[in-house]
């Protein structure tokens, strides 16, 4: 949790002109022997503690060795967990790296959020070979949405619109059958949905997109190609998102 202290620090720095403060930072400290050196360190320094120390044992030697040696120790953690215990009547895990693992999950789904926009209808075909899940389906079966929510979870998705005219990347065959998911819709749905969105954008009425004929196209091509790729198939008609999510998420 030692950068939890430094990033409270650093902010607090930022509202002064301290250029010539030094920060040093002590992580993974088990023992109260550590504490008595560090203490004596600081002391010798001048300086001042902040501290994110979740053992109890621990914490109450760096208050005791504050006030021997007349320093001033911030506990940054320490008021928010005993809030925690007063209001709730529970007990800490007083386990280290705890916030730590956040912090790692955290990027996780920054980096899963950024792998979807990438790959967004077909972008990256070479990525795909990095995914954990890839979503095919015709236009506007919720691919690019069911992407980032996926991805919120900290899943890896691409996804790739299937149409009729245009061939399909050779490294979506060379993905387990079990990473891609493909997505259909009812043809009369998908008609509304897509004759909305030629209103949306200020397109003509009628455009082929938006046809029964085009429609029914599209879905034969794509029920075919997912038939050969051996892939699971999710009809989302009138499904939410977070319902077609949790379907995806069995299939892994």
Do not use: W
């Amino acid at each position: 949790m030692g950068e939890t202290a430094e990033a409270v620090v650093r902010a607090t720095l930022g509202q002064f002109d301290a250029h010539q403060t030094r920060i040093k930072r002590f992580g993974h400290i088990k023992h109260e022997d550590e504490i008595r050196s560090i203490m004596e360190e600081v002391s010798k320094e001048g300086g001042f503690v902040a501290y994110t120390l979740v053992q109890p044992e621990l914490r109450e030697m760096m208050k005791e060795e504050a006030i021997r040696l007349g320093i001033r120790a911030v506990d940054i953690m320490g008021p928010m967990m005993q809030a925690f215990i007063d209001t709730f009547n529970d007990s800490p895990k007083s386990k280290p790296g705890l916030l730590h693992r956040m912090d790692d999950d955290y990027f996780r789904r920054v980096e899963a959020i950024e792998f979807a926009v990438k790959c967004d209808d077909g972008r990256d075909s070479k990525a795909m070979l990095q995914a954990n899940i890839i979503l095919v389906g015709v236009s506007r079966t919720s691919k690019t949405p069911l992407s980032i929510f996926l991805a919120h979870k900290g899943y890896k998705v691409a996804n790739l619109p299937l149409v009729p005219e245009v061939k399909v990347p050779k490294e979506l065959f060379s993905v387990p059958s079990n990473r891609i998911i493909g997505l259909t819709m009812d043809a009369e749905q998908l008609l509304k949905i897509r004759t909305e969105r030629l209103r949306a954008v200020g397109l003509p009425y009628g455009a082929k997109y938006a046809t029964m004929e085009r429609i029914m196209e599209e879905l034969d091509y794509a029920q075919s190609l997912i038939k050969q790729l051996g892939c699971p198939v999710i009809n989302v008609t009138d499904k939410a998102i977070e319902e077609t999510a949790g379907i995806i998420l069995e299939y892994l």
